[in-house]
């Protein structure tokens, strides 16, 4: 294969590759000058220990009061004659968990587990899409948002000499949470973070030096030390956060990971279909947990939707589009065994437009808090006049 065309095949890949690999790919392509090759310089030992925030996406809106039911208020259900919840279990006087979420349970008494009640975006769309987006950007309303709130994290956060993995998502594509995001990898599998045929290496080799590939040697030497968790359940989240695990514990130089869990749009036939939904969320992240071992006080992980359900349950056993919903707070520092923010109340007149829960919590403050806290970044949020909400963590 002739030189030219092997670097296409690599640049077509280059999604998956490392930071560094990306570079320099780009700049044999011509993207740089010819002045700029050089030898990736080496810096701090990807063995040093650094915080690492995680986001988990609860994509198609989580109905938080069928997740964390405020079974102290009787309103609740007369609201949903059928969907209420009778069998909760208890967290605290006004609020329980739901019996699938029951693998949550010790992390909430070891106060590892905080919930974030009433949270959500101050804009009203009831658009998937939207809310997504919006979520993602960090800018409600706008769409425009040239960058993703967590590669503005990392922007505030700057490292003199990143590891090979700074960034990553467990994704076929670079999601927009990232994007803006120069060292951010995205990637199916581990598998994809190996790319090292022996005629590649020479080739660097050859182009770069003799150490050109010395970060890849150390990132698979990592791995290969770094075993793979057990205890999670089969499915595409356990398999997204046991990946993540094995690169936190492989000490690459991970900041910040993020990952999907799809599946929460439950319009019709919600009982079931959120029961092993939320079982598998509950068991995915305890599994995590453990799986973490000692660095389990490095890392926080938010898992949150892009907006809740209505109140009232509907003709076919479902919810619909609504407001504010819950968020999942877990980790090392946090605040847990309690639930955070200001609950809004079920009545009428409480209600969003008479018919959803009230957004009192701006997600965004949730967010800037763990980043604040996990990568010393602040302000990354444009035209967000709202407070951190420190109080998560302790």
Same mark, same amino acid.
């Given at each position: 294969?002739?030189?030219?065309?092997?670097?296409?095949?690599?640049?077509?890949?280059?999604?998956?590759?490392?930071?560094?690999?990306?570079?320099?790919?780009?700049?044999?392509?011509?993207?740089?000058?010819?002045?700029?090759?050089?030898?990736?310089?080496?810096?701090?030992?990807?063995?040093?220990?650094?915080?690492?925030?995680?986001?988990?996406?609860?994509?198609?809106? !989580?109905?938080?009061?069928?997740?964390?039911?405020?079974?102290?208020?009787?309103?609740?259900?007369?609201?949903?004659?059928?969907?209420?919840?009778?069998?909760?279990?208890?967290?605290?006087?006004?609020?329980?968990?739901?019996?699938?979420?029951?693998?949550?349970?010790?992390?909430?008494?070891?106060? *590892?587990?905080?919930?974030?009640?009433?949270?959500?975006?101050?804009?009203?769309?009831?658009?998937?899409?939207?809310?997504?987006?919006?979520?993602?950007?960090?800018?409600?309303? @706008?769409?425009?948002?040239?960058?993703?709130?967590?590669?503005?994290?990392? #922007?505030?956060?700057?490292?003199?000499?990143?590891?090979? =993995?700074?960034?990553?998502?467990?994704?076929? %594509? !670079?999601?927009?949470? !990232?994007?803006?995001?120069?060292?951010?990898?995205?990637?199916?599998?581990?598998?994809?973070?190996?790319?090292?045929?022996?005629?590649?290496?020479?080739?660097?080799? #050859?182009?770069?030096?003799?150490?050109?590939?010395?970060?890849?040697?150390?990132?698979?030497?990592?791995?290969?030390?770094?075993?793979?968790?057990?205890?999670?359940?089969?499915?595409?989240? +356990?398999? *997204?956060?046991?990946?993540?695990?094995?690169?936190?514990?492989?000490?690459?130089?991970? %900041? =910040?990971?993020?990952?999907?869990?799809?599946?929460?749009?439950?319009?019709?036939?919600?009982?079931?279909?959120?029961?092993?939904?939320? %079982?598998?969320?509950?068991? *995915?992240?305890?599994?995590?947990?453990?799986?973490?071992?000692?660095?389990?006080?490095?890392?926080?992980?938010?898992? +949150?939707?892009?907006?809740? %359900?209505?109140?009232?349950?509907?003709?076919?056993?479902?919810?619909?589009?609504?407001? +504010?919903?819950?968020?999942?707070?877990?980790?090392?520092?946090?605040?847990?065994?309690? @639930?955070?923010?200001?609950?809004?109340?079920?009545?009428?007149?409480?209600?969003?437009?008479?018919?959803?829960?009230?957004?009192?919590?701006?997600?965004?403050?949730?967010?800037?808090?763990?980043?604040?806290?996990?990568?010393?970044?602040?302000? @990354?949020?444009?035209?967000?006049?709202?407070?951190? !909400?420190?109080?998560?963590?302790?």
């Amino acid at each position: 294969m002739k030189r030219r065309d092997l670097l296409k095949g690599l640049l077509a890949a280059g999604t998956f590759l490392p930071a560094f690999a990306r570079r320099a790919l780009a700049q044999i392509e011509g993207a740089g000058s010819p002045g700029d090759r050089r030898s990736p310089q080496g810096g701090a030992s990807i063995d040093e220990k650094r915080k690492v925030l995680a986001f988990l996406f609860l994509r198609g809106a !989580l109905d938080g009061l069928h997740a964390v039911p405020p079974v102290g208020e009787k309103r609740y259900f007369e609201l949903r004659p059928q969907l209420a919840l009778k069998d909760a279990l208890k967290l605290d006087d006004g609020f329980g968990l739901h019996p699938s979420l029951a693998p949550l349970m010790p992390l909430w008494k070891d106060g *590892s587990l905080a919930i974030v009640h009433a949270v959500g975006s101050p804009d009203p769309t009831r658009s998937h899409f939207d809310a997504q987006d919006f979520l993602e950007l960090g800018t409600p309303g @706008i769409k425009s948002t040239p960058d993703g709130w967590l590669a503005r994290a990392l #922007q505030h956060a700057p490292r003199a000499h990143p590891g090979p =993995v700074d960034a990553v998502a467990v994704s076929p %594509r !670079l999601p927009r949470a !990232l994007q803006g995001a120069k060292d951010a990898v995205a990637f199916a599998s581990l598998d994809q973070l190996r790319l090292h045929p022996p005629r590649m290496q020479a080739l660097f080799e #050859q182009m770069y030096g003799p150490d050109a590939f010395a970060p890849v040697d150390l990132l698979q030497r990592k791995l290969g030390e770094t075993k793979p968790g057990d205890g999670y359940p089969n499915g595409p989240v +356990a398999a *997204s956060l046991r990946q993540l695990a094995r690169l936190i514990k492989g000490d690459v130089g991970l %900041r =910040v990971a993020c990952a999907d869990a799809a599946g929460w749009d439950t319009h019709a036939g919600q009982p079931g279909q959120l029961q092993n939904n939320l %079982r598998l969320l509950a068991e *995915s992240l305890a599994a995590f947990q453990k799986d973490l071992g000692g660095r389990a006080a490095d890392v926080v992980l938010v898992a +949150a939707t892009e907006f809740g %359900r209505t109140v009232r349950q509907n003709g076919a056993l479902g919810t619909d589009h609504g407001h +504010a919903s819950v968020a999942f707070v877990l980790g090392g520092g946090v605040r847990g065994g309690r @639930i955070h923010g200001r609950w809004p109340g079920l009545r009428d007149d409480q209600l969003y437009e008479g018919r959803d829960l009230a957004v009192t919590t701006d997600l965004r403050s949730v967010l800037s808090a763990t980043a604040g806290r996990q990568l010393g970044a602040r302000g @990354i949020f444009p035209g967000f006049s709202g407070q951190p !909400l420190d109080s998560l963590f302790g």
